[in-house]
DNA sequence: CGGCATCCTAGAGGATACTG
DNA sequence: CAGTATCCTCTAGGATGCCG
């Protein structure tokens, strides 16, 4: 029996963890997660629009997996032109917190980070 | 100037929010994090063992992109054999509880990840 | 021991065109 | 509008071998 782990363990290639972090710890997944968590409903175009840089292909990949994993509900309106709205589902409501304590630190340890980069830089040239 | 953001928003490309994600929305960069804010310094070879499946390609690649990046202290003893150990820097600390959520997150809800996963399938099966 | 350097391949991901 | 399909490129990342 593979499953059943007796302590998680994030550092056994088997571990489901490593398995989630390969949908959460992805840089769209969290950008597009963080969007709907401010917003409640997002058309398609919307996202695309609000969202610099994804392509239509990624767009669709990365809704596709969140929905797959139970975190993004993807709800169709038969009307034409069509018009499909993407919202998180309760179990994507439960990361709301984490994605955006993460973008707050992005945001706020920025410049060190920078700094540390031409620190580095600078280091390594002689 | 290009610099200098107006409200730090994640979803324009040109935010450097997005460039701190390229480098903490990694898989094994979060793992790598994880496991050094367990315990203090780590051999390099510690880590190869510790992290199951990482290739040691990416794992001295990941570690020089955190070391670059200020969160993660190199320190090399010239000795030989050669010893190295890695660590977390005071930056690399404030990220801690973040990783630590993160993980637990992952292993608290892998069981409604994967129900999800079952659902989908059989959805698209017919 | 702790790495670079090199080679190689699968898959990520962009651009473009077409469709219900 | 919200995609799918196709093609094509480029790079992530494994395998292997060598070095201080």
Redesign the pocket.
Known sequence: MVRNFPEPDVFNANCPTQQVLETIAD??SVIVLYVLSQTETR????LQRVIG??????L??T??KLERDGLVM?RVYPV???????SLTPLGYTLTELLKAICTWAQTHWDEIEAARVRYEQGSDR
Chains 1, 2 share one sequence.
């Open positions: 840089k769209w058309r398609y175009s919307e840089g994804i392509s239509q292909k990624m669709t990949q809704l596709r993807r034409v032109p069509s018009k499909v709205e993407y």
